[in-house]
T-cell receptor
Framework: DAGVIQSPRHEVTEMGQEVTLRCKPI?????LFWYRQTMMRGLELLIY??????IDDSGMPEDRFSAKMPNASFSTLKIQPSEPRDSAVYFC???WGAGNTIYFGEGSWLTVV | GQQVMQIPQYQHVQEGEDFTTYCNSS?????IQWYKQRPGGHPVFLIQ?????EVKKQKRLTFQFGEAKKNSSLHITATQTTDVGTYFC?????????????FGKGTKLSVIP
């Protein structure tokens, strides 16, 4: 079975540019999460979708960040404009039910210079 | 909000020594999960504990859930170089509407051959 698929795996971009990260959750899962991981702050939940509806976006750092889930098999996380402090690994994850086992994608490694 | 603290942050052990990481929640949990993240990889689910006082084993790994369901531990017997990585606990709250897992910051294990 395919796991959670994320793209791009690595991205280096200049400050001020728009960054779009993509995610395909595991088929049949109804919960989707976007996490950010840094050395300083660890794993932070940015946003949680249930049945394609954003339930909790309290972890989204600021208005520069936005996330969408137009259908059950696709989600995007957009940063516009990007800043160096956004450099991190961004993980998409999915599960059947929010508190159940979470399956992580391999992550998108973002570097903003 | 719910907080999950994990200690130690780092642990260096000689191969063959034992290792333990501890997880403490500020609130009572309905369940706790453990994940392992290899260097450069993504978190992978290890196990879930649900019952008060529950103990589960996976080969050399022993997981415990406290009687009060506010703390947990992971113990590795006779560490091997394959155990290298960061171990995260993630707790789910027990209150009404609790839907998400809160991750600890992880314990990074280094094994010296």
């Amino acid at each position: 079975d395919a796991g959670v698929i994320q793209s791009p795996r690595h991205e280096v971009t200049e400050m001020g540019q728009e960054v779009t990260l993509r995610c395909k959750p595991i088929s049949g899962h109804n919960s989707l999460f976007w996490y950010r991981q840094t050395m300083m702050r660890g794993l932070e939940l940015l946003i949680y979708f249930n049945n394609n509806v954003p339930i909790d976006d309290s972890g989204m750092p600021e208005d520069r960040f936005s996330a969408k889930m137009p259908n059950a098999s696709f989600s995007t996380l957009k940063i516009q404009p990007s800043e160096p402090r956004d450099s991190a690994v961004y993980f998409c994850a999915s599960s059947w039910g929010a508190g159940n086992t979470i399956y992580f994608g391999e992550g998108s490694w973002l570097t903003v210079v | 909000g719910q907080q999950v603290m994990q200690i130690p942050q780092y642990q260096h052990v000689q191969e063959g020594e034992d290792f333990t990481t501890y997880c403490n929640s500020s609130t009572t949990l309905s369940n706790i999960q453990w994940y392992k993240q290899r260097p450069g990889g993504h978190p992978v689910f290890l196990i879930q504990l649900v019952k008060s006082g529950e103990v589960k084993k996976q080969k050399r790994l022993t997981f415990q859930f406290g009687e009060a369901k506010k703390n947990s531990s992971l113990h590795i017997t006779a560490t091997q170089t394959t155990d290298v990585g960061t171990y995260f606990c993630a707790g789910r709250g027990s209150g009404a509407g609790s839907y998400q897992l809160t991750f600890g910051k992880g314990t990074k294990l280094s094994v010296i051959p």
